[in-house]
């Protein structure tokens, strides 16, 4: 079993849908990080969580530390978001910094 | 430089050729990471170097693979004798501090091994 797992793997939305993606870990974290990935391109860090709600743009991620699970919301989709979303934690053993990664959410947002 | 850039953006190796991935941090970012990330998959853990100390390259697959960051800015990732299971995207990323800080990410070198 993976130690970050999301759900679902792909995910196809109308424009102006309401998304939500999760993500669950089982390990200890210092932090969790949401990711978004374009095909073809590099990795851009949209959230770093340890606790709460953060909010930019159209974006929110919300974390339950207790619960170990995470979401993040998309309002009013894009043909633009359209994109890998990729969940990751920085597990507090080990070394200090690394990610672990989740498989990522293949989201595409049509007309 | 304003974001990380890894050079080359794309490399075609014959099986058994030696390459060399660099990347170039942000400057004045203590932590750089390594990642491999194979078609579909996410991101995998290679190595971490925390300035010039490579503190970490337990994710490294083979002794074939090799990294170093000698002054503790620009790190190159070696591979010799490059293998077909080799192909992926090699993705680094910085980070300013120890511990939980942001990262950014280089879009990537997507090496194909033919």
């Known amino acids: 079993k993976n130690e970050v797992e999301q759900s679902p793997q792909n995910l196809t939305a109308q424009e102006g849908e309401f998304i939500t993606i999760n993500c669950s870990y089982s390990v200890g974290i210092s932090a969790l990080h949401w990711l978004q990935q374009h095909p073809g391109g590099g990795i851009v860090s949209l959230f770093m969580l340890s606790s709460g709600k953060k909010k930019h743009g159209r974006l929110i991620a919300t974390i339950n530390i207790q619960e170990k699970h995470s979401s993040l919301h998309i309002t009013a989709s894009h043909p633009r978001d359209s994109a890998v979303y990729i969940c990751a934690v920085t597990p507090n053993t080990g070394t200090a910094s690394k990610l672990t990664f989740g498989t990522g959410t293949r989201l595409q947002v049509t007309l | 430089g304003a974001g990380v850039s890894q050079s080359p953006r794309y490399k075609v190796a014959k099986r058994g050729q030696d390459v060399a991935l660099r990347c170039d941090p942000i400057s004045g970012h203590v932590s750089l990471f390594w990642y491999q990330q194979a078609l579909g998959q996410g991101p995998e853990f290679l190595t971490y170097?925390?300035?010039?100390?490579?503190?970490?390259k337990s994710g490294l697959p083979s002794d074939r693979f090799f990294a170093e960051r000698p002054e503790g800015s620009v790190s190159t990732l070696k591979i010799q004798r490059t293998q077909q299971e080799d192909s992926a995207v090699y993705l680094c990323?910085?980070?300013?501090?120890?511990?939980?800080?942001?990262?950014?990410f280089g879009s990537g070198t997507r090496l194909t091994v033919v």
């Open positions: 990323a910085s980070s300013l501090g120890v511990g939980a800080y942001g990262y950014t």
């Open positions: 170097f925390q300035n010039e100390a490579q503190l970490d």
